[in-house]
């Protein structure tokens, strides 16, 4: 069974299979996430994995435009039912790495997404990244540190390969007990 397959079976059995609305831990990370965003108005955000769209919701509060992109059928439509009044979200069905949008923006953001990727696919998207960081845009990653099941990587050896190939860039360590969040901003 293809990923995108597997998390559609999984939003066919919860439309929050997360508790991405209930959640203490969600609304501490999200809270968290919001304040590691640069200062001011964001012009543009694309958001990687953006699930149901609890987190985009918001996120479109801080930004003009928001791209949000999920592989996930399900959770799109989802996604779209909850933000069908905000006008400033595009909501987008894509695989990433490998369906990355061309267009620049002026904050990306990994929630809980790039711990799923295979090391192929994790190395193109940090090649990904870090074009975006040359270009001018910020990249924030937040990542669970639990033990998951299918995972190929844990939360922490993303984070810290991060850290190593951006190295560069990076300009907060915003590490909790539940989860690990870093942004890199460009020079």
Same mark, same amino acid.
């Given at each position: ?10 939003? =066919?059995?919860? !439309?929050? $299979?997360?508790? &991405? !609305?209930?959640?203490?831990?969600? %609304?501490?990370? &999200? ?7 640069? #200062?001011? $108005?964001?012009?543009? =955000?694309? !958001? ?8 985009? #919701?918001?996120?479109? *509060?801080?930004? /003009? ?7 996930? /059928? %399900?959770?799109? =439509?989802?996604?779209?039912? %909850? ?9 987008? #069905? =894509?695989?990433?790495?490998? *369906?990355?949008?061309? /267009? ?10 790039? &711990?799923?990727?295979?090391? $192929? ?9 870090? *074009? ?17 099941? *299918? /995972? $190929? ?22 590490? #909790? ?11």
């Amino acid at each position: 069974m293809s990923s995108a397959a597997r998390f559609d079976e999984i939003y =066919a059995r919860s !439309e929050d $299979p997360w508790d &991405y !609305e209930t959640s203490a831990y969600e %609304r501490e990370k &999200y809270a968290a996430t919001l304040a590691a965003l640069p #200062q001011g $108005p964001v012009a543009s =955000a694309l !958001e990687l994995g953006c699930s149901i769209g609890a987190f985009t #919701q918001l996120l479109a *509060e801080r930004c /003009e435009r928001v791209l949000a992109l999920d592989f996930s /059928e %399900r959770a799109l =439509a989802l996604a779209r039912k %909850r933000l069908s009044e905000t006008r400033n979200v595009e909501l987008r #069905q =894509a695989r990433f790495p490998d *369906e990355a949008p061309d /267009e620049r923006f002026r904050v990306v953001l990994c929630s809980e997404i790039l &711990y799923y990727l295979k090391a $192929p696919a994790l190395a193109q998207a940090i090649g990904w990244l870090a *074009e975006q960081l040359l270009h001018g845009s910020s990249v924030l990653v937040v990542s669970w540190r639990g033990v998951g099941r *299918e /995972e $190929p990587f844990l939360g922490d050896e993303v984070h810290d390969r991060l850290v190593c190939e951006l190295g560069l860039w990076h300009a907060f360590d915003g590490r #909790q007990e539940g989860y690990r969040l870093d942004r890199f901003d460009p020079r």
